[in-house]
């Protein structure tokens, strides 16, 4: 296995971008070895990539089932364990149950997609990272990994097919 | 930690029968609005003094009000209906109930009656929005606080007519009229030491005690003997705001025409 | 004769009879460097005569809420108005007011976006931010009117040694779970689209205090695929999933008063008739807060245009609209067939000592909505819409004291009638105003006010096509 090193293409809007990143493939590189950065989101079909996979959906639907064991055992197991009469409701009451457990389940879903947001991207990470400032002006990054051997062929065709530059990529402190 | 799993069925459905154990029974037709037994209920039960200043802006805290009604106000047939006198009517269906958010209104199983505990209210005043017969009474400021001689100068030697029965409330909390529950638990108490149920007539309501014509009788309704329920069947009986359902344990004969 | 055509509209040059789209923000894109630097510059230059309101601001913050509150809580609700009948006075009408401001942030960031109205880009931030202030002096006036509020954490169901929980079957319990989760999430809404701003104003910012709090706000944010999956996911999740709730606690707000056996109160149509109402007064309040945005902010001027306020404009139309029909069914129904009680409260309201409210809620609340809000052009002017806005908020606050003092007085023991006079809650009132202003102001130095990261993805999206002579917007779904 020959040394591989982490490479850094900015390239001025998504249509370049997308130029570029079929030259990478044509290279011989495979969509997981790339990670694109921009500044707004980007479909992935606009690059020509799959989407990312995210799993924030899923945790919140699990944090909406927390959600709404928590309001079923505040509304009615509560009263089980601890009974008051009240007004000549039933112990156990439809309406209450109904409106406390609907709270409870949006706050679970909610706070636990929230929650997923930040486990599922590694959130909050002040870790130096590869980065440059200029994404949050338009361009578009292109993070990829190549064999040390190839770094110039890489560098030359990126930079012909449109690239503003391409360096190795350097961890920064954000 | 014990689960009651034997767990009374409490709905609105059930219970229109006129139930319960403590009751009491207010005739109008003999009342003369003297007002004796606000000022019993107030010594009984430690009601404080607001003063003139709030007590003049509708903050005065007696647990009973006589009410005093004009049928025509004009001349010459000006007309007044009975008097009538208005405390916590106890209902079984208490709309004050509910509506707590912390449980410090609730009913007693015991005593079928609607209990307010102070040290458990943290002073929304739900409960009073709630009651339709507009019974209970905020403790707007500290009116007990023997410090709080600027609201009333003499208030230090009212403390020694408090009755050591009773709790002193402080600001912040709720209270209304309790059926004289302290007479009620004292009663109850001896009966049960001397290993029998508590007479008819051994013991009554500071209202009813001090009511120079008899107008207010009290004593248990779940004895269809006792001289509270003999009067509560009278012809002339009703409950105030029926329409409600809320099930109240005070009735009204009404005034003579 | 040949035909009957319809005679065409006066002929005018083509280019002047139709709208230049390039006069709409989408179609109007600068480059991203420097729209980011205008948004950075807005928070970090302005003048000496905001640090002049600033201060005012404060020294109002400090007497009216702060010393007012101090001598609340020692001397208790007596040096407040409140009395028997009336147990409920102007703190609970403020309650009700701000969780109605509090709405107008949802329904713009997510109804807005999940009926993709483009043109509420710009503004969203600024609307979240007044849910989240809003929702804070809302909290505060809770805590105001409790007597004993040195207990309030006994509403909270949490294990104590007492072994007694709070009560479910009372409304205000339902209105502590759904204010608490409204809260919590609009506040996770709001911060989330606020991640990418945090990381521009991270790399745009010099090493300092302020560079640290971007940094640690920021997250780490870099702006990878599947961070923005994961980050876009959430928002629409939220988006989708905070609308319900958002119904859920006016409506639950509604119940503390209709679940009440009280004339006037015990009113079905409760629900959604508050529901509108917050609509009502919560676009009406963002209207004036983005004229105030608009007119005081560097650069604000490029992204807030009229056409936002053409948006906002024909909401308020359309809500004032729903809001007349509910007050016409509030009303009618027990005039037409109540029993007395009620009829006799809407009496005391309409022919009272304090008629005139009555009046004067109507008149901002319905006539001036529909006397301005009809025409684009006026619709589309800042100063005017924002001075609806006005009106129609004083309509609403008086709206909701209509309801609540006034709905007290009356009840089925005349004997017990008694008008309600307030006291310290004057003050407090103010300075809860006053610091929601405040709040705002130390904000707009801290945050972007505007979410750039959506106008640019908006601009993206937008584009002009050439259909025969014409240049038409489109949009296009980017994502």
């Known amino acids: ?174 | 930690m014990t689960t009651n799993l034997e767990l009374p069925v409490f709905t609105n459905s059930s219970e229109e029968e006129l139930g319960g154990k403590w009751g009491m029974v207010i005739d109008q037709d003999i009342c003369t609005g003297c007002q004796a037994c606000v000022a019993a209920c107030s010594m009984e039960n430690n009601v404080p003094f607001v003063g003139e200043e709030d007590a003049g802006y509708g903050r005065s805290m007696h647990w009973i009000r006589i009410e005093r009604l004009w049928d025509s106000t004009s001349f010459p047939g000006i007309k007044m209906t009975s008097y009538q006198p208005v405390m916590c009517q106890q209902c079984h269906n208490a709309p004050c109930e509910p509506v707590c958010p912390v449980y410090a209104s609730v009913h007693s199983m015991s005593e079928d009656t609607n209990l307010q505990v102070y040290n458990r209210c943290v002073g929304t005043r739900y409960c009073a929005n709630n009651c339709p017969y507009q019974v209970r009474v905020f403790n707007w400021r500290d009116y007990t606080d023997a410090r709080n001689t600027k609201l009333n100068p003499g208030l230090a030697v009212l403390q020694n007519q408090l009755n050591p029965d009773v709790t002193v409330r402080r600001r912040g909390v709720m209270e209304k009229c309790t059926f004289c529950i302290q007479r009620i638990h004292k009663a109850e108490d001896k009966a049960k030491s001397e290993g029998r149920e508590v007479q008819d007539g051994e013991f009554t309501s500071a209202c009813a005690q001090a009511c120079p014509a008899s107008a207010i009788t009290f004593g248990r309704i779940d004895d269809p003997n006792s001289e509270v329920s003999l009067a509560a069947v009278a012809q002339r009986g009703s409950h105030l705001l029926e329409e409600l359902g809320t099930l109240p344990r005070v009735t009204y004969l009404a005034g003579g025409v | 004769m040949a035909t009957y055509a319809k005679p065409l509209s006066r002929p005018k040059p083509h280019t002047e009879e139709h709208e230049d789209p390039r006069e709409m923000l989408m179609h109007d894109p600068l480059p991203r460097g420097k729209m980011n630097e205008m948004v950075m510059e807005s928070m970090h230059e302005t003048s000496w005569k905001f640090w002049g309101v600033t201060g005012f601001l404060v020294f109002v913050v400090l007497t009216c809420l702060v010393y007012a509150w101090y001598r609340l809580i020692m001397d208790g609700l007596g040096i407040a108005g409140v009395n028997r009948p009336v147990f409920w006075g102007i703190f609970l009408v403020d309650v009700v007011f701000w969780i109605g401001i509090s709405h107008a942030g949802t329904f713009i960031s997510a109804i807005l976006r999940v009926l993709k109205v483009e043109s509420r880009r710009p503004f969203t931030r600024a609307a979240e931010l007044m849910t989240t202030f809003g929702l804070v002096q809302a909290g505060f006036s809770v805590f105001m009117h409790m007597g004993r509020v040195w207990l309030a954490y006994w509403m909270a169901p949490i294990p104590n040694e007492r072994m007694i929980w709070p009560n479910f079957h009372s409304p205000l319990m339902w209105d502590f779970m759904a204010i608490s989760t409204y809260l919590l999430c609009s506040t996770m809404y709001l911060f989330l689209p606020l991640i990418p701003d945090m990381a521009m104003a991270r790399d745009r910012t010099q090493e300092g205090w302020l560079k640290t709090f971007y940094k640690i706000l920021a997250l780490g944010f870099r702006g990878t695929e599947g961070e923005w999956k994961n980050l876009t996911t959430a928002m629409n999740l939220f988006a989708f999933a905070i609308i319900p709730v958002m119904f859920s606690v006016h409506t639950i707000v509604s119940w503390d008063f209709a679940m009440a056996s009280r004339p006037g109160w015990a009113s079905t149509v409760f629900g959604p008739y508050f529901v509108i109402g917050a609509l009502h007064s919560g676009m009406a309040a963002v209207a004036i807060v983005l004229f105030l945005l608009r007119s005081t902010m560097k650069h604000y001027k490029y992204f807030i245009r009229p056409e936002h306020f053409n948006t906002i404009g024909m909401l308020m139309f359309l809500v004032s609209m729903a809001w007349a029909y509910f007050y016409l069914n509030d009303y009618i129904v027990p005039w037409y067939g109540g029993n007395k009680w009620d009829k006799i409260v809407q009496e005391f309201a309409e022919k009272g000592p304090l008629a005139p409210l009555w009046y004067i809620m109507l008149f901002c609340n319905i006539v001036v909505p529909w006397a301005v809000l009809w025409n684009k052009k006026w619709r589309s002017t800042p100063w005017l819409l924002a001075i609806t806005g006005f009106f129609i908020n004083i309509g609403m606050w008086l709206e909701r004291y209509i309801i609540i003092p006034e709905g007290l007085t009356i009840n089925r023991m005349p004997f017990t009638w008694r008008l309600y006079f307030p006291g310290v809650e004057v003050a407090l009132t103010i300075g809860m105003f006053a610091l929601f202003f405040l709040l705002y102001m130390l904000a707009s130095r801290i945050i972007p006010l505007i979410p750039v990261w959506e106008v640019q993805e908006g601009q993206e999206s937008h584009m002009l096509r050439k259909i025969g002579k014409a240049e038409i917007p489109t949009l296009s779904d980017l994502e």
Do not use: W
Request: net charge negative; aromatic share 10%; charged share 15%.
């Open chain 1, 1 to 174: 296995m020959s040394q591989s090193i982490t490479l850094l293409a900015v390239f001025e809007g998504m249509e370049p971008a997308a130029e570029g990143i079929e030259k990478l493939h044509d290279l011989g590189l495979n969509d997981d070895e790339m990670n694109v950065i921009s500044g707004i989101p980007v479909k992935g079909s606009i690059l020509g990539r799959p989407s990312a996979i995210t799993y924030v959906s899923r945790i919140g639907m699990f944090g909406a089932i927390l959600g709404m064991s928590f309001g079923i055992f505040l509304i009615y197991g509560i009263p089980y364990l601890y009974p008051l009469l009240v007004g000549g409701q039933p112990i156990f009451p439809v309406p209450q149950g109904l409106i406390i457990t609907f709270e409870m389940t949006m706050l679970g879903l909610m706070g636990f997609a929230f929650i997923g947001m930040f486990v599922d991207s590694g959130f909050p990470s002040y870790t130096p990272k590869e980065y440059v400032s200029e994404i949050s002006d338009g361009k578009i990054a292109v993070l990829f990994s190549c064999p040390d051997n190839d770094q110039k062929k890489f560098v030359d065709v990126l930079i012909k097919s449109g690239a503003q530059s391409v360096a190795p990529a350097e961890a920064r402190q954000l």
